[in-house]
């Protein structure tokens, strides 16, 4: 069955640091690839996403690039601020299959200043 | 673009009690929306597909009966909680897919939850 894999926290970095979130998956077929963020107390948004082989999506300074040959979609931003505090999510969707998010478990990452 | 509301925010309630938790697409038109229960340590479960104009599809340990879901209009889902315990307490959020539509750029929309506390 399609899953993801992600890396467990809490990660705790100063302002400025360097990120990286990682994500691996397996599915069946050609899934799209999603990072999501959920900030205290509410839902979840979309931040990036990649539909297909080597595509990077990038949004707020964060990127994450689709590795067919590795299975992952690693989130990774050059210098993380406070506000970026929250919980990151991936996710996966089968093109042509179930409408069904399959996500990640959630890496909670936490900026102090 | 791309609004889903869902209505409570916020709820606490007696044991034995119902809630009804609504969710809404507020610009755009939803056939698909989405029940999901946040735990601890912020794991997302998905609950069960809300289909407009037929019957949910829950996922496997998921209790249709304690879990009763409408979704009578292209706009509106709800989620009742039946009998609601403190083992149900927990955080639900609501998601919507615009099929085809401008903000199908997304697979699904996601509300802002709603944290339901039963004493």
């Known amino acids: 069955g399609n899953s993801v894999t992600q890396m467990e926290g809490p990660v705790t970095l100063s302002e400025e640091a360097f990120l990286t979130i990682n994500c691996t998956y397996t599915?069946?077929?050609?899934?799209?690839l999603f990072w999501y963020v959920q900030y205290p107390g509410e839902g979840l948004q979309l931040l990036l996403k990649?539909?297909?082989?080597?595509d990077k999506g990038s949004n707020k300074g964060f990127e994450a690039t689709y590795r067919k040959e590795t299975t992952s979609f690693h989130l990774e931003k050059g210098s993380v601020q406070v506000s970026d505090s929250a919980v990151y999510f991936c996710a996966l969707i089968t093109q042509g299959g179930s409408e069904k998010l399959v996500f990640g478990k959630g890496t909670k990452l936490t900026v102090n200043p | 673009g791309a609004v889903v509301s869902q209505h409570p925010s916020w709820v606490i309630c007696k044991s034995g009690t119902s809630v009804k938790i609504e969710c809404r697409s507020l610009d755009f038109q939803a056939t698909t929306m989405f029940w999901y229960r946040q735990f601890p340590k912020q794991s997302l479960m998905l609950m069960a597909t809300?289909?407009?104009?037929?019957?949910?599809?829950?996922e496997q340990g998921v209790e249709k009966d304690k879990f009763l879901i409408n979704h009578a209009s292209l706009t509106l889902s709800t989620l009742t909680v039946t009998s609601a315990h403190p083992e149900d307490s927990s955080f639900y959020i609501c998601?919507?897919?615009?099929?085809?539509?401008?903000?199908?750029?997304?697979?699904?929309?996601f509300g802002d939850g709603t944290r339901l506390s039963i004493l």
């Open positions: 599915a069946t077929g050609y899934p799209s």
């Open positions: 998601s919507a897919r615009d099929s085809g539509g401008v903000y199908s750029n997304q697979p699904q929309h």
């Open positions: 990649a539909t297909k082989a080597d």
């Open positions: 809300s289909n407009e104009g037929s019957k949910a599809t829950y």
